[in-house]
Each structure stands twice: as structure tokens, then as C-alpha cells.
């Protein structure tokens, strides 16, 4: 079993900036594709970046793009998300998930049913 722990949410102004850390347990963490998704009120949990077992590869929502950053410390098995220029439309609940498999694909990764593994969330708020 694999646990996961976010932090690093909380509320900024439009153009700020957050980085998140999802720190996880397990020794299998360097073998792991991590993703972080979020979910707005209202609507449907969407991808937002993923990051490949070594770091070598990442992935990201169009929406993000330029604006978002993942990395990883498979030393200190934690998946960070640096968000900068945030804009209002930002503001939703953020989740880790790992996918055991380490399979990169990205058709499958950015999908939430690639992932076994979710944390509880944190709350990023941008205000206008």
C-alpha cells in the first residue's frame, strides 16, 4: 500500500506563486509514474502534469503549460508542483497519484484510472 500526502495549498492572489509537495511512503516510490490532477467545484477531476519514474519525462495540460513545473526527489520520495503566473482559473482542490506500472504512455497517463494511488488533496486558491 502506498500513501500519499499533500501540502503546500493555500490561497494566493492572480500572478503568485505555489509549489506543492506530495510526499509518499514505500521504498518502490523511484519506480513510480506520478501525476498531479485537480477538481474545481463543479466540475470533472482533470490531469494537470505527470512526471516519469526517473524525472526524464514529463507531461503536461495545455492549460498549464509554461506556467507549471513538476520535478521529483526519488531521495526523499516526494513529487513537487511548482505553479507560477496563477490565474483564478487555477483554484481547485490538487491531487498526487502514482501509477505502480511506471508505463509511459501519454494517452493513458493524463486518464485517472492509470493511477492506484491518490492522496487526500490540498486546496489551492487563486483570488482575482
Known amino acids: 500500500q502506498v500513501q500519499l500526502v499533500e501540502s503546500g495549498g493555500g490561497l494566493v492572489q492572480a500572478g503568485g506563486s505555489l509549489r506543492l509537495s506530495c510526499a509518499a511512503s514505500?521504498?518502490?516510490?523511484?519506480?513510480?509514474?506520478m501525476g498531479w490532477f485537480r477538481q474545481a467545484p463543479g466540475k470533472e477531476r482533470e490531469f494537470v502534469a505527470a512526471?516519469?519514474?526517473?524525472?526524464?519525462?514529463?507531461y503536461y495540460a495545455d492549460s498549464v503549460k509554461g506556467r507549471f513545473t513538476i520535478s521529483r526527489d526519488n531521495a526523499k520520495n516526494t513529487v513537487y508542483l511548482q505553479m507560477n503566473s496563477l490565474k483564478p482559473e487555477d483554484t481547485a482542490v490538487y491531487s498526487c497519484?502514482?501509477?505502480?506500472?511506471?508505463?509511459?504512455?501519454?494517452?493513458?497517463?493524463?486518464?485517472?484510472?492509470?493511477?492506484?494511488?491518490w492522496g487526500q488533496g490540498t486546496q489551492v486558491t487563486v483570488s482575482p
Open positions: 514505500g521504498r518502490a516510490f523511484r519506480r513510480y509514474v
Open positions: 497519484a502514482a501509477d505502480p506500472l511506471g508505463a509511459w504512455n501519454t494517452i493513458l497517463l493524463v486518464t485517472t484510472s492509470q493511477y492506484h494511488y
Open positions: 512526471i516519469s519514474w526517473s524525472g526524464g519525462s514529463t
